[in-house]
């Protein structure tokens, strides 16, 4: 598994073999749990082996085993349940949480299989992998950006800031808005990887993606709305790593990570010849695409060098007539998983919640405790580890906040959970103990905070186990 690990040698082969997926009735069960920790570990994992560049075998792993069309449907279904089942489940009168943690792993899913699905889709034979499933997997994305460019006129993703009498509801559904405002930043890399394979893909892939969807148009949609940008006070922010950052005078011209994947989706779409010859040029296409010229700057052009093609491109495009909308009979694929799962699940809703309400959403004090140590809330484990401050929100790192990707800038995520101070200290009552020997602990590594200790001597001899991690966890912290 290369110099950095999180999981032993053959574990990472366990965990991908034994993937499956859930019926939704089962979201949030107990088997359904353990599957997300496992899929958290090897999120983690293939976030390190793409920062050391020494090889990537968790995406060799899910590819050899078979299992991204399982990751897709499991996307699928998480959305699925949030769409259909979580309205109906805070309806039910008896719906009166005292803690929202198991509600908020089930929307924390999503993310997660996204976040895994953006790091190893870089590789052409993961999008191959994928076979039929591609095409669900694009009209997920498409509803994902069609949903960032009708939320861009309420200015983005909302703000993190604490409100001292907002219930634990009030809470989640605040986070899980800003949540959806990443996962669909994650869609649209997604999506961007898909097109970097428009020359090997199907008929009914391309046309899914330009005929059904017309991609390139909601792409320029996009750029026009640009929804991850915005002016406050003066100053220029951009949405990034989780949060709205402002971004210095001198870097204002400097093209943001979301904005480049937008433009090599539309270069790879536009100037690729199995897609150009499959796009239908109407005149409403032809008028949106133009549209491009005003944003195509000598100073953007710069950055990315190859979209001066897309430039001549589009000056060639300014001359030719439009084409009539083609009407010709195509006989083609069509995605099967969301159809099929609403299919299963139709008139069962109501059903489904109030299940769900007796059985996987009213633990005991006990249950709690159990999951909140497995996810790393209290051992702090593995980077994960929960940081109390007084009058704040408790976050939760379990992950990177960056990786780079090659060709690419990084575009991962920052993995923050939110809880509040009082349910954890209901669920968390143990002190924490030391990593070496598993004594109580008073003392916490000064350099990535991270781990505890209960003595100087057990923490030098844990260094020589916990010093890569800890490197590794420090540089991220600076990178924020």
């Known amino acids: 598994?290369?110099?950095?690990?999180?999981?032993?040698?053959?574990?990472?082969?366990?965990?991908?073999?034994?993937?499956?997926?859930?019926?939704?009735?089962?979201?949030?069960?107990?088997?359904?749990?353990?599957?997300?920790?496992?899929?958290?570990?090897?999120?983690?994992?293939?976030?390190?082996?793409?920062?050391?560049?020494?090889?990537?075998?968790?995406?060799?792993?899910?590819?050899?085993?078979?299992?991204?069309?399982?990751?897709?449907?499991?996307?699928?279904?998480?959305?699925?349940?949030k769409q259909k089942v979580f309205p109906v489940l805070c309806r039910l009168e008896d719906f009166k949480p005292q803690n929202t943690f198991p509600i908020y792993m089930v929307v924390h899913h999503e993310a997660s299989i996204i976040n895994l699905l953006e790091t190893v889709f870089f590789h052409k034979e993961v999008c191959e992998s994928a076979e039929d499933a591609v095409l669900d997997l694009i009209d997920y994305c498409h509803r994902k950006l069609t949903l960032l460019v009708a939320r861009s006129s309420r200015g983005g993703p909302p703000e993190e800031e604490e409100c001292q009498s907002s219930t634990p509801m009030q809470e989640l559904q605040k986070q899980a808005e800003l949540m959806e405002f990443e996962i669909a930043s994650k869609a649209l890399s997604v999506l961007r990887y898909i097109t970097d394979c428009v020359d090997s893909l199907s008929l009914s892939t391309l046309n899914r993606m330009l005929s059904t969807h017309d991609l390139p148009c909601l792409l320029v949609e996009l750029l026009e709305h640009n929804p991850w940008s915005r002016r406050e006070g003066g100053k220029l922010q951009q949405f990034e790593g989780g949060r709205w950052q402002t971004v210095a005078p001198s870097e204002q011209q400097k093209l943001s990570k979301l904005d480049g994947q937008v433009w090599i989706a539309l270069y790879n779409l536009l100037l690729?010849?199995?897609?150009?010859?499959?796009?239908?040029?109407?005149?409403?296409?032809?008028?949106?695409?133009?549209?491009?010229?005003?944003?195509?700057?000598?100073?953007?052009?710069?950055?990315?060098?190859?979209?001066?093609?897309?430039?001549?491109?589009?000056?060639?495009?300014?001359?030719?007539e439009t084409q009539p909308p083609k009407k010709d009979l195509v006989l083609e694929q069509i995605?099967?998983?969301?159809?099929?799962?609403?299919?299963?699940?139709?008139?069962?809703?109501?059903?489904?919640?109030?299940?769900?309400?007796?059985h996987v959403f009213s633990p005991s004090e006990q249950d709690l405790r159990l999951q909140a140590r497995r996810c790393g809330l209290l051992s702090g484990q593995k980077g994960w580890e929960?940081?109390?401050?007084?009058?704040?929100?408790?976050?939760?790192?379990?992950?990177?906040?960056?990786?780079?990707q090659p060709g690419f800038p990084d575009l991962f995520p920052r993995w923050a959970e939110t809880y509040r101070l009082d349910v954890l200290e209901a669920i968390a009552p143990e002190r924490p103990r030391c990593a070496y020997c598993s004594a109580e602990a008073s003392k916490r590594c000064s350099r990535c905070q991270n781990e505890w200790y209960c003595c100087r001597e057990c923490q030098v001899k844990h260094w020589e186990k916990h010093g890569k991690a800890c490197v590794l966890a420090a540089q991220g912290d600076r990178a924020k």
């Open 272 to 320: 690729s010849h199995e897609a150009r010859a499959r796009y239908c040029f109407t005149s409403f296409a032809k008028g949106q695409l133009l549209k491009l010229q005003a944003f195509l700057t000598d100073t953007l052009v710069d950055q990315l060098p190859n979209l001066a093609g897309l430039q001549g491109f589009l000056a060639h495009l300014a001359l030719t």
């Open 1 to 81: 598994m290369g110099d950095l690990e999180l999981l032993l040698p053959g574990e990472a082969a366990v965990l991908v073999r034994g993937l499956r997926s859930f019926p939704l009735r089962e979201i949030g069960s107990g088997g359904w749990n353990q599957q997300h920790e496992n899929l958290e570990k090897l999120n983690m994992q293939a976030i390190l082996d793409a920062t050391a560049s020494q090889g990537e075998p968790i995406q060799e792993l899910l590819v050899t085993h078979g299992k991204i069309p399982m990751l897709v449907e499991e996307l699928i279904a998480v959305e699925m349940w």
């Open 335 to 358: 995605p099967e998983i969301w159809e099929r799962l609403e299919r299963e699940n139709r008139g069962k809703w109501q059903a489904i919640a109030k299940y769900q309400l007796r």
């Open 386 to 404: 929960t940081r109390r401050r007084h009058g704040h929100r408790q976050r939760c790192s379990c992950a990177p906040t960056g990786q780079a």
